[in-house]
């Protein structure tokens, strides 16, 4: 069937679906019933190739026969108990984070703005309780995405997302992504941390100049601040790195993690440093779900396979292959620009005068192959991590398949 008919059954959904939903949501009428590795088949049997992966979330693909086992065994055998208690996949998780990372210690919730949230938070409450100064405000940068929370929506740099919700959580000033002399001028006596995405998702895969975070963590150590990573997008392998901040050697003092961590199961991680977990006394904050076994248990399969499979270093290699692939086009097609990104979070930058890149994302769906839109101007391809050259090389042809088309259209 060709895809770029929408199927009735999809159609009856979505019908349903935007009777009910709130209106925040306005899905694509495509909808999903079962995966396999990088392939999606609809309710009616059409098949995708994702190059979305849920943004950047289901890292071992689709259907992962050792993710499904583990997550079965594991609901047999336990879902819940709440942080009043342990288990041991939930102690497990916490250990092998804290061996792959920077951090000592670990803080789990559900969702990247969640773990964005126990970030601030502890950073204030450190600050005031533990070092005794008011030191209160953070600083952020354009562009930045932190999640949507009240707190999350405050520390993001787009306007766009503010609108309607002021008065925004006071104490988060922006200035300008990659400027370390942007952000020097901001630090006063009130500051309290800097606060930045390594590598820009949302924003639209912005990479930062060389030695940013390094001079980030330079102005942290003179001035006593702390340092604010969030790798909700970035980290579990999708640069090509355990975590970003390693492409560069600078560890922060705290961590954010979410998206790929879970492989889709939905968990947050806050990941700090000793002197920084200081911050969080018993009662201090907790969220009822975070870490529960289920999720634990998901997490660490995760992690175990990404290691067993060197999925960094595949990541590494395909995104190489797939940025040459888009440099290639954006030599042949007028109006395409930047092809960026580390590891197999790349996104291609268009001339959106001379191409509509929400009718090349269509063109693509329409021609089996899913991917988003980020910031203004790029194309974002984020794959699971499991994804083989040959995948790289469909999607590069549906992309510039697309592209000739929604040109000639234009034309
Ligand atoms: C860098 C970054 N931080 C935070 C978030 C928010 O994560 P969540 O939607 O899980 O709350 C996102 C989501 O796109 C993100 O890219």
Not at 91 to 115: I, K, P, Q, T, W
Not at 278 to 305: C, D, I, M, W, Y
């Amino acid at each position: 069937m060709n895809p770029s008919q929408m199927s009735p059954s999809s159609a009856a959904l979505a019908e349903r679906a935007y009777r009910v939903m709130t209106p925040n949501y306005r899905p694509a009428p495509l909808a999903f019933a079962r995966g396999e590795g990088p392939w999606l088949w609809t309710v009616d049997g059409q098949r995708y190739l994702d190059f979305a992966a849920g943004i950047a979330v289901c890292a071992l693909g689709h259907g992962h026969a050792e993710l499904a086992e583990a997550i079965g065994e594991q609901a047999r055998a336990l879902l819940h108990v709440s942080n009043l208690w342990m288990t041991e996949p939930g102690v497990a998780l916490h250990e092998r984070l804290v061996a792959l990372s920077f951090a000592d210690r670990v803080y789990f919730g559900n969702s990247g703005a969640e773990a964005n949230e126990a970030a601030l938070k502890i950073a204030r409450r450190y600050m005031r309780l533990v070092r005794g100064e008011d030191r209160f405000e953070f600083i952020a940068t354009t562009h930045s995405f932190h999640g949507r929370t009240w707190a999350a929506i405050s520390a993001t740099g787009q306007p766009k997302y503010h609108k309607g919700f002021d008065p925004l959580v006071p104490g988060f000033h922006h200035v300008p992504y990659g400027d370390l002399a942007a952000v020097e001028a901001k630090i006063s006596d009130k500051t309290c941390a800097i606060f930045v995405e390594p590598l820009q998702g949302e924003g639209g895969i912005i990479v930062p100049p060389a030695g940013y975070l390094a001079g980030l963590r330079a102005l942290c150590d003179q001035h006593g601040l702390l340092l604010i990573f969030d790798e909700v997008q970035t980290g579990v392998g999708r640069t090509g790195r355990w975590f970003a901040y390693e492409h560069e050697g600078v560890a922060p003092d705290i961590m954010t993690l979410a998206k790929g961590l879970g492989g889709g199961v939905p968990i947050g991680a806050m990941l700090c440093t000793e002197e920084v977990s200081k911050g969080f006394e018993p009662g201090a904050h907790a969220s009822t779900f975070g870490g529960n076994p289920l999720a634990s248990r998901a997490a660490l399969t995760v992690l175990q396979v990404i290691e067993r499979d060197d999925l960094c270093a595949r990541a590494e290699t395909l995104g190489a292959r797939l940025r040459a692939g888009l440099a290639a086009l954006g030599r042949e097609i007028d109006g395409c620009l930047e092809a960026r990104g580390l590891g197999l979070l790349c996104g291609l930058q268009v001339d959106t005068t001379k191409i509509d890149r929400a009718a090349v994302k269509d063109a693509a769906q329409a021609r089996g192959l899913l991917v988003t839109l980020a910031g203004e101007d790029v194309i974002r391809f984020s794959p699971p991590l499991i994804i083989g050259e040959a995948h790289v090389d469909q999607a590069l042809a549906i992309l510039r398949e697309s592209l000739l088309a929604v040109k000639k259209e234009a034309a």
